[in-house]
């Protein structure tokens, strides 16, 4: 098969990372794959792909989806699949995902997203949505896996991403209306319950009222849940992230925004904004690296992958599609939101048995390896584009 894969912007370039490594993953399972990037070529590279066109398009996060012309959608005209991995909540792309055109396939790495689109009536008419985590991205060397060369791994414990402060009421300054009191509620409910899915937050403020939630409604909160869904995100990570500080939790820091939490905690090192590919190399050197999944309730974040296939342990928030896939304790190390409070002195634990630390990292790398590299999704991809016709 022949493929196109669209890159766009990424603000630490690791959208752009994944689809260089999901493009090779495909040329390692003998089929062909073009790049085109839109921040350099811009739509004069989609036209020339058109002329001999590809099996299918691919892109992160529906970059490319509004492809048209007069005649509307480019994609339909020439007969190709568009093919798009969601990786933030589609309450955050709610105006790519309704896009429709025949050969539109949708993939969410969250259960809950799918859950969520699945109930949209805006959604309706993708020829094909299911869930799909993103694959590790990896540099091509091999990894030493040994207890002497994780020894000599100088990152005691790493944390990549933004830090966007305390999160911020915005719906308070709305005219008042039930929209704003329903709003205020799901952010209230999410920040209570880190594991509770937006849909489900939504569902349980309108039977509050005596209303059950149908296609008409969620098309009316769907613009407006962005706001709660993005205030219990920045929520869960801020408060994670004092309780690390005020514990003491040395943790080696690469991000945006980061410079009052550094201030205010001596055991934060901050090593600047870096890049998803530099992240790549801190990762061969961190034992244990700290993910939270930033709103994903049943899914999976490729910083884990990424970090185990690197050679590093991985202790992250809990949720149901993490222990279908790896052994807690064995492969992966979990803390519980409902127990947060127990987080710190969990993680000092964990970076204090160097040796089991090591077998956590060993045990995860393999289970990653063998399940969770980009090769693997790309061949799941392959049979979807296949049954698309």
Sequence with gaps: MRFVLIKGPSQYGSLRLHIDQLAQAFRDLAHEAEVVDLTQDGLAAMERTTRNPPDAYLAINGVGSDYANANGSVYEQIGAAYVT???DHPVHQVDRIPTRFRKHAAFFLDRSHVQFVSAWPSAKGLAHMDFL????NELPEPIDTSDAAFAQRDIPLLFTGTYRGQPQPVWAAWPDSPAKEIVG?????MTQDARLPILEALKASLADRGASLNGELLNQFAPLLQVPQAYAEIYHRDRLLHLLGRAGVPVQIYGLGWQPLVDQYPSFAYGGVGSFEETLSLLRRARLVLNINNGFVSGGHERVFTAMCA????????????ADVFHEGREIAT????KLDAAPAQILALMDDTPA?????????KRAMTDHRWTERAAKLVKVINQLG
Aim: net charge neutral; charged share 15%.
């Design 311 to 322: 050679g590093a342990a991985v202790v992250t928030d809990a949720n149901p599609y993490y």
């Design 357 to 365: 630390l090591a077998a956590l990292a060993r045990a995860g790398h």
């Design 185 to 189: 509620e799901i952010a209230g409910r």
């Design 133 to 136: 985590p993103p694959g590790a």
């Design 85 to 87: 991995l969601y990786v």
């Design 335 to 338: 803390f519980d939101w409902r």
